[in-house]
């Protein structure tokens, strides 16, 4: 029996015997997961406060099995299951565009490193053979359109963040990955930051070895004004993470380079960064 | 054979002529088959690097064209001159030619929406006061399924002529609630709690934000105007997800949504005019 508070490593794999389930509490979300002969079960709800840091789990869980009509549940039928179930902690589905809590200015020729987090997803596999069970968000976040008009753009996520430039004042969440970012002012102007996308399904995820959750860090060259930018996402998480070990890929295959619409300015269909 | 000439004599034919028929019914038939086929293997090639209007398009395309092949394939097999069949048939356009102008302009009205394309296969449009699923766009006509599952056949001609509201032609759309408040209420916090609402609902873009308008000065409210956007996939539940969430917050904010009512003056000079509230079935004295 595993159980964990604070950092500790909800993902993994867990062994549960017929019968049992195991219980997990991750930021807003709790989720059940439980085992019998022939299903899998995976039953969640979510809870009303969006900024919940609460983590624990137990699996096997020795407490009450949730009444069937708790949350939302899902069933994967089998002809005999296996003994083990893999937690995955995932990036998100779509780019998720960031919105600092106040809009930030970068005088021509200057760089800072943004810390930024965003929302996980939990993909739930069966080992043996490793087959795709159910896969959700820990924190659903809201739609967003990103693109000068909104006849063009793409449907992303968005996400608000304090966007840290001092990784001490970082807050982690074990349902948030941190995302350094770090930005060049190469243009002529000073820049100004209200919004950034970032893709995010281009990116994968490394724990450090206190638990916290990172991804490669990314870097971000602004040359002009309706420019597109050129975005490098890195191999590694950032050197202030420590020492790291992946814990799940890209969900698209990786691309270094990437030239995207990665700024936003003030009002949709502006072109200005 | 002794059979066949038989049956040719039974019909009026001679020998010959009976085998010509036999063997252009199996060239109709097995010509059919063969178009059906070719034309379904050509859509399922195409299928996935193509929309479904163009499958459909170049589906029948072929279909058509090796049918008309095969038929007159069999023609010439059943002993009949094409030649003759063509001089006739030019008679015949000139005489068709006045009876079907209706056929010919949605023909070529069809032709033009091929060009042009305001919608396509799968796209829900409102033509006129009809909205649905467009299900194919033909020569003739458009086929909608409406979202009570009926099916209309639109002619091609009728969308020409009329406004077409292609619903689903952009990725985000807006959705605009009306919501009269009192006009006793602080229009801030009305305002402030309608935004609330938007941005709890996590199908509501951030992106454009939503926005309140003061539309008006009604009647009997003040016109409020909710406008949010949403992906068009999404557009449906949120509509339905809003008008409840709205309602929930405007009460537990204690904002009264009036119903329209009067108010009666006698007139500045005079007493107001008293009302007796009666309670249960009493009758008020006669005279």
New interface residues.
């Given amino acids: 029996m595993s159980t964990a508070s604070g950092s500790a490593r909800w993902w993994g794999d867990h062994a549960l015997g017929p019968d049992e389930f195991g219980h997990w509490r991750v930021g807003p979300t709790e989720f059940w997961i439980m085992r019998s002969r022939l299903e899998w079960r995976c039953q969640r709800r979510v809870g009303a406060d969006a900024e919940a840091t609460a983590l624990a789990w137990q699996a096997p869980a020795d407490g009450e099995r949730p009444e069937a009509a708790v949350g939302q549940t899902d069933r994967l039928g089998l002809r005999a299951t296996g003994d083990t179930i893999r937690l995955t902690p995932v990036m998100a589905d779509r780019p998720v ?1 960031v ?1 600092p809590e106040a809009r930030l200015h970068l005088p021509r020729g200057e760089e800072l490193v943004l810390y930024v987090s965003t929302p996980l997803w939990v993909r739930v596999e069966t080992v043996d053979p490793v087959r795709l069970f159910v896969e959700f968000p820990l924190l ?7 693109g000068p008009t ?2 063009q ?1 793409e ?1 992303c996520y ?1 996400t608000r963040t304090a966007a840290r430039l001092n990784v001490e004042n970082v807050i982690h969440r074990p349902y948030r990955v941190v995302t350094a970012v770090r930005i060049v002012n190469r243009s002529e102007e000073t820049m100004t930051i209200e ?1 950034l996308k970032l893709p995010v399904v281009n990116m994968s995820v490394f724990a450090a070895a206190d638990g916290r959750l990172w991804t490669e860090a990314v870097t971000l060259e602004h040359t002009a004004p309706g420019a597109q930018t050129g975005m490098e996402v890195g191999r590694q998480p950032p050197e202030v993470a420590g020492p790291t070990a992946p814990v799940a890929p890209t969900r698209l295959r990786p691309s270094r380079n990437l030239l995207v619409w990665a700024f ?1 300015g003030i009002g ?1 269909g502006s072109d200005d960064v | 054979m002794n059979r066949m000439q038989e049956i040719a004599a039974k019909v009026g034919l001679s020998g010959g002529q009976f085998a010509g028929v036999v063997a252009a019914l199996v060239i109709l038939v097995a010509g059919w088959i063969a178009a059906r086929l070719l034309a379904g293997a050509v859509a399922r090639a195409l299928r996935g690097h193509s929309t479904d209007q163009t499958v459909m398009l170049v589906r029948k395309l072929v279909f058509y064209s090796l049918l008309s092949l095969v038929v007159m394939a069999a023609l010439n097999q059943a002993g009949l001159r094409l030649g003759v069949l063509l001089g006739a048939a030019g008679v015949l356009t000139v005489a068709l030619g006045f009876a079907s102008q209706t056929s010919a302009s949605n023909l070529v009205s069809g032709l033009f929406l091929i060009v042009e394309q305001p919608f396509v296969v799968g796209d829900v449009v409102r033509i006129e006061d009809m909205t649905g699923t467009v299900l194919s766009v033909d020569l003739l006509s458009v086929k909608l399924r409406t979202f009570d599952n009926l099916y209309v056949r639109m002619p091609n001609e009728t969308i020409i002529k009329s406004k077409v509201t292609n619903l689903t032609h ?3 759309r807006r959705f605009d609630l009306q919501v009269g408040v009192a006009y006793h209420t602080d229009l801030a916090q009305a305002r402030a709690v309608l935004l609330e609402v938007a ?1 709890r ?8 934000e939503p926005q309140v308008f003061l539309q008006g000065f009604g009647e009997s409210a003040l016109d409020l105007q909710l406008s949010a ?3 068009r996939e ?1 557009w449906v539940k949120l509509r339905n997800d809003l008008v409840i969430e709205v309602k929930l917050a405007l009460d537990e904010a204690g904002i009264e949504i009036p119903f329209p009512h009067r108010t009666l003056y006698a007139g500045a000079q005079t007493a107001p005019m008293p009302v007796r509230i009666v309670d249960g079935p009493e009758a008020p004295p006669q005279g």
């Fill in positions: 565009v919105h659903r976040p809201s739609d967003t359109w990103f909104t006849a753009g449907l968005a919004k936003g949709l | 952009y990725p985000v941005e609902n996590p199908l509501c873009l951030i992106n454009p956007w949403t992906a999404n």
